[in-house]
């Protein structure tokens, strides 16, 4: 399957700061990414919903001003996590598919982020 | 509006025993069902995939699932666990947009 790449595995930073969280599509054109939130033994959240050149599309209860979500190119898309404090903590993936708009297309996940604020 | 339910929370099954994960969805349409697993610390693999045609469906590492539209359920089997296949598994329906709606997961747990 595709590959999709995300960056850092792991960052701790103090709260107050900034984060930055990078979502790669390394053989394919990334049409459409969506940035999900889990929480310990929890399923996954989706967040946002970010179409290339487009602003990202949040759900419901989650913060636009705080989860920065820009993506100008077809193969990467950041999260920035603004102003973190400890309830911000959390694993962070993001997925990625080259099909807009469809449901019977695959989406493929990177790793992951543990964002542990401090 | 969709949902996906995975009633068990936590599964253990002996290592060469066969597996059943079940997975319940609700959806307005013709439903798009996937099956990830996810490992500890790591993003997820998808297992497999139903869109239509056949309504058992294989995947990969010896998975399959059975799509069932009068139970509306999207059930995981293995016939025979591996104690690699310890992990989280996730049920997940595709919705508009290419949103994906999971279930709560099943973790795993497989004795020696």
């Known amino acids: 399957g595709a590959v999709v790449s995300q960056h850092p595995s792991r960052v701790i930073c103090k709260s107050g700061t900034s984060v930055k969280i990078e979502c790669r599509s390394l053989?394919?054109?990334?049409?459409?990414m969506f940035w999900y939130r889990q929480f310990p033994k929890q399923s996954l959240m989706l967040m946002a919903t970010?179409?290339?050149?487009?602003?990202?599309?949040?759900e419901q209860g989650v913060e636009k001003d705080k989860f920065l979500i820009n993506h100008a190119s077809l193969t990467l898309s950041t999260l920035t996590v603004t102003s973190a404090h400890p309830e911000d903590s959390s694993f962070y993936i993001c997925s990625a598919t080259g099909v807009r708009g469809r449901r019977d297309t695959e989406a493929f996940f990177g790793q992951g982020t543990r964002l542990t604020v401090v | 509006a969709q949902s996906v339910t995975q009633p068990d929370i936590h599964i253990t099954v002996s290592e060469g025993a066969s597996l059943e994960l079940r997975c319940n969805y609700s959806y307005g349409a013709t439903p798009y069902l996937f099956w990830y697993v996810q490992s500890p610390g790591q993003g997820l693999q998808l297992l497999l995939k139903y869109f239509s045609g056949d309504t058992l469906v294989q995947g990969i590492k010896g998975f399959e699932a059975e799509f069932k539209r009068s139970q509306s359920s999207f059930n995981l089997r293995k016939p025979s666990v591996h104690w690699s296949d310890a992990a989280e598994y996730f049920c997940a329906v595709g919705a508009y947009g290419n949103k994906l709606v999971f279930g709560a997961g099943t973790i795993l747990r497989v004795k020696s």
């Open positions: 053989d394919f054109q990334a049409t459409t």
């Open positions: 970010s179409n290339e050149g487009s602003k990202a599309t949040y």
